[in-house]
């Protein structure tokens, strides 16, 4: 429930952005701006974890594919999940144990046909040290097909990766079987190319969005939170969804890490930082948002306050601090068991005065 509430958080910071309406609202709101997600080539070397290979699914699963395929995404924007966006990090001893999902997809239309609702198409990447290394330049490997009433799974196999390509609605298309054999054509060729590095992504006017929480969020963070080391892992949700509002859209970003933890101690420390950009280049409005989202919350005062707006509210499985940094509003969200209330003020307040002065602000 905790998880899910922590889900949910974003959605009420996009909420929170959104004008109350009253006798004075005459005129009609302006249509909402939709935003374009800009990518460029990254710089940085393919991630490693576990000793092999890993292949993020959003770079297998190219708008490219879904194009040789006659699809076009209805947002878009792929959506993705979880990714790793670090190596071993700062847990070296977890080298050569567990597992790692990456997920990317989205709802797809298909070029000349009329709306297909409820169509989709979504891969999945399973990073696995405990799988048999097989050369990516082999090329990939179908080990086996599930079809269901309205959808079909497709597994696939490459080095320590296991990818299923997922199509809901399947039976929906007009050429179902091609435009499958199309979309396993345009997986093979990438992941043929070897693993490559997720894009730098950014957003050009009215965002100008240059801020990264996970740039803000190191492991010696999420220790200074904790008090714990981490699982050697940072998860990055690149899924930046637009939240359209009458005033001005909202997007989110998020980065988690995890610790460790035994099983008698109860759940596992997970510490996330959260963004929430405004489409407005005031800063001012974020002042305001984070403003009235504490009042919201009835957050209290931080003894050391941060930025020209703050607070918090703490308990005994974990807490949040709600800051702003440029256009954005940043939260800092505890879940953690057995956590005593004022270790958790003083431990999440250090944290979110060390994420604060890492931050790039949004101009």
């Known amino acids: 429930m905790k998880r899910v509430l922590l889900l949910v958080v974003p959605a009420l910071l996009g909420a929170a952005c959104l004008p109350r309406s009253g006798p004075a609202d005459t005129a009609a709101p302006p249509p909402p701006q939709r935003f374009l997600l800009k990518e460029t080539p990254s710089a940085e070397p393919p991630a490693t974890f576990q000793g092999g290979f890993v292949h993020n699914a959003c770079a297998v699963l190219t708008s490219e594919v879904l194009a040789g395929a006659g699809m076009e995404l209805k947002d878009g924007v792929l959506q993705g999940g979880d990714r790793l966006s670090t190596t071993d990090g700062d847990r070296p001893e977890l080298a050569g144990t567990g597992s790692w999902v990456s997920t990317c997809g989205g709802s797809v239309s298909v070029s000349g046909a009329p709306e297909l609702p409820g169509t989709s198409v979504n891969l999945n990447v399973l990073h696995s040290r405990f799988s048999l290394r097989m050369d990516w330049r082999d090329a990939v490997l179908k080990v086996g097909t599930r079809r269901g009433t309205d959808d079909i799974r497709v597994s696939l196999q490459t080095d320590y990766?296991?990818?299923?390509?997922?199509?809901?609605?399947?039976?929906?298309?007009?050429?179902?079987?091609?435009?499958?054999?199309?979309?396993?054509?345009?997986?093979?060729?990438?992941?043929?190319?070897?693993?490559?590095?997720?894009?730098?992504?950014?957003?050009?006017?009215?965002?100008?969005?240059?801020?990264?929480?996970?740039?803000?969020?190191?492991?010696?963070?999420?220790?200074?939170?904790?008090?714990?080391?981490?699982?050697?892992?940072?998860?990055?949700?690149?899924?930046?969804?637009?939240?359209?509002?009458?005033?001005?859209?909202?997007?989110?970003?998020?980065?988690?890490?995890?610790?460790?933890?035994?099983?008698?101690?109860?759940?596992?420390?997970?510490?996330?930082?959260?963004?929430?950009?405004?489409?407005?280049?005031?800063?001012?409005?974020?002042?305001?948002?984070v403003r009235e989202q504490c009042a919201l919350e009835r957050g209290e005062a931080l003894s050391r306050p941060i930025s020209e707006a703050s607070c918090g509210h703490f308990g005994a499985d974990g807490g949040q601090v709600l800051f702003p940094s440029g256009r954005s509003m940043v939260r800092i969200s505890l879940i953690a068991a057995k956590t005593d209330p004022a270790t958790t003020r003083e431990n999440l307040a250090k944290g979110a005065e060390a994420v604060y002065a890492r931050l790039t602000p949004s101009p």
């Open 161 to 289: 990766n296991i990818l299923e390509l997922g199509i809901s609605g399947f039976t929906k298309l007009p050429d179902p079987e091609a435009t499958l054999a199309k979309l396993l054509d345009g997986i093979r060729r990438n992941v043929a190319q070897g693993p490559r590095s997720m894009p730098v992504r950014s957003y050009p006017a009215p965002y100008d969005l240059v801020a990264d929480p996970c740039s803000a969020f190191p492991a010696e963070v999420f220790t200074t939170i904790t008090a714990r080391p981490t699982d050697g892992l940072q998860r990055d949700l690149f899924s930046l969804s637009e939240n359209p509002g009458s005033k001005y859209n909202t997007i989110e970003m998020r980065c988690d890490r995890a610790g460790q933890v035994d099983l008698s101690e109860g759940i596992a420390p997970n510490v996330s930082v959260s963004q929430t950009v405004l489409s407005v280049p005031d800063p001012a409005a974020a002042i305001a948002a």
